[in-house]
T-cell receptor, first 115, second 111 residues
Framework: NAGVMQNPRHLVRRRGQEARLRCSPM?????VYWYRQLPEEGLKFMVY????????ESGMPKERFSAEFPKEGPSILRIQQVVRGDSAAYFC?????????????FGQGTRLTVV | RKEVEQDPGPFNVPEGATVAFNCTYS??????FFWYRQDCRKEPKLLMS???SGNEDGRFTAQLNRASQYISLLIRDSKLSDSATYLC????????????FGRGTSLIVHP
């Protein structure tokens, strides 16, 4: 049973390009959470999705960032017109249900470097 | 006030020492609590859940004090391999339950 899979593991983009980060949740998990971790900082919540629905996007920057979790395929975090400040580790987590009483499982992350 | 606060450390201790970390949370409606461990540049991994009655897993003991809204982690007989960042995580309601992370406490165990 594969864990949460994220790809690519490392992504280098020039300023102004688009970055697409993919997350495949664990089998049987329909809840996905995206976090960003800046160097020497903690994990900051960005967005929570279920299949075809954004449940909570209170942590998403208002511009350039979007996320989706289609009926088929992985969840995608998309960053348009990247800037140097977007350089960070982006982690995805999944869970089989609402997290009232259970933990989330994390992927290995995508490290985005904007040059 | 931050939702989940931790002393960032670092805590620098010799092998065999006992070390304790605390974490405070602001949302009294929070339902579930965890300690995660994060090694350098890797993903967070669940160390243990934290239950109201307190729970132990080998050398690790977690406690929850709902009245004071804090969580603790005690590590006994520290090993070199315990060196990592320990993240306090609180699942807080806000329409949905979102894991909210503390900034983490860095532990360095030296010979």
């Amino acid at each position: 049973n594969a864990g949460v899979m994220q790809n690519p593991r490392h992504l280098v983009r020039r300023r102004g390009q688009e970055a697409r980060l993919r997350c495949s949740p664990m089998k049987g998990h329909s809840h996905v959470y995206w976090y960003r971790q800046l160097p020497e900082e903690g994990l900051k919540f960005m967005v929570y999705l279920q299949k075809e629905n954004i449940i909570d996007e209170s942590g998403m920057p208002k511009e350039r960032f979007s996320a989706e979790f289609p009926k088929e395929g992985p969840s995608i975090l998309r960053i348009q017109q990247v800037v140097r400040g977007d350089s960070a580790a982006y982690f995805c987590a999944s869970s089989p249900q609402n997290l009232q009483d259970t933990e989330a499982f994390f992927g290995q992350g995508t490290r985005l470097t904007v040059v | 006030r931050k939702e989940v606060e931790q002393d960032p450390g670092p805590f620098n201790v010799p092998e065999g020492a006992t070390v304790a970390f605390n974490c405070t949370y602001s949302n009294s409606a929070s339902q579930s609590f965890f300690w995660y461990r994060q090694d350098c540049r890797k993903e967070p991994k669940l160390l243990m859940s934290v239950y109201s009655s307190g729970n132990e897993d080998g050398r690790f003991t977690a406690q929850l004090n709902r009245a004071s809204q804090y969580i603790s982690l005690l590590i006994r007989d520290s090993k070199l391999s315990d060196s990592a960042t320990y993240l306090c995580v609180v699942n807080s309601p806000g329409g949905s339950y979102i894991p909210t992370f503390g900034r983490g406490t860095s532990l360095i165990v030296h010979p």
